[in-house]
């Protein structure tokens, strides 16, 4: 499908990316083999994302949360985040990677991307990264100021992350986990029952369908 089949495309769409281990279980693997079975579907959404012309596009790698888990899951998505994003930097983008950079969990292959967008060969569409992502990190990333309405986004560690318009969730979760709280206030969910392991593109054009017709009014 192409741009010209929707009449309104969401500027930022939100992925998270769920089911990982759940898929592995189902085929018989331990649940950290399933995380590398997840890069390829990543590498699609964003490759049909440019070709629909979406402006900006966020991928949720793994929380602070998420670093409880066992250590060889740990490793898997870790491992995983940094070959999605050595991936993305054979393409064209403006690269951003937000997450808590004091930790150990966060992967030193990353750091370069943290602090401000990397252009990416011609640049274009805006690809954001959580990794070692954590919502109260990231509301009080900047509170040494007080957090009024004026300040509050550009004191956010993800202050370079725009608000996002349609969060889609694979893996059949209804829950936000923690992702951007402040950016996905207005967002519209759309849930995926398949896990992320099992994308097809037809999942995407699906989410961008159901799109179409919700009431988008933030809130007037």
Not at 9 to 25: F, S, V
Not at 41 to 60: A, K
Not at 157 to 165: E, K, L, M, P, T
Request: proline share 4%; hydrophobic share 35%; charged share 30%.
């Amino acid at each position: 499908m192409e741009k010209t089949d929707f009449k309104r495309l969401p500027k930022h769409i939100a992925i998270i990316p769920d089911g990982n281990r759940r898929w592995a279980q189902d085929k018989s693997l331990e649940k950290h083999e399933g995380y590398d079975y997840g890069i390829l579907p990543g590498l699609d959404v964003y490759d049909r994302c440019v070709r629909l012309g979406i402006e900006e596009l966020t991928f949720f790698g793994f929380t602070q949360d998420n670093t409880k888990r066992p250590e060889v899951q740990r490793k898997a998505f870790v491992d995983a985040c940094i070959k999605s994003v050595e991936e993305l930097l054979k393409k064209d983008a403006d690269l951003l990677v937000v997450g808590n950079t004091d930790s150990d969990m966060f992967p030193k292959e990353l750091l370069p991307y943290t602090k401000q967008r990397t252009k990416i060969g011609d640049g274009g569409i805006k690809v954001n990264f959580l990794v070692n992502y954590g919502w109260q990190w990231d509301l009080t990333y900047g509170h040494e100021h007080s957090l009024n309405t004026e300040n509050m986004l550009e004191s956010l560690a993800s202050s370079q992350i725009s608000r996002v318009d349609l969060l889609i969730r694979w893996g059949a979760r209804r829950r936000l986990s923690g992702m951007l709280p402040v950016q996905t206030v207005y967002a519209d969910i759309y849930v995926e029952d398949e896990m992320w392991p099992n994308y097809k593109p037809e999942q995407l054009y699906n989410a961008l369908k159901w799109y179409q017709v919700q009431d988008i009014t933030l809130g007037g």
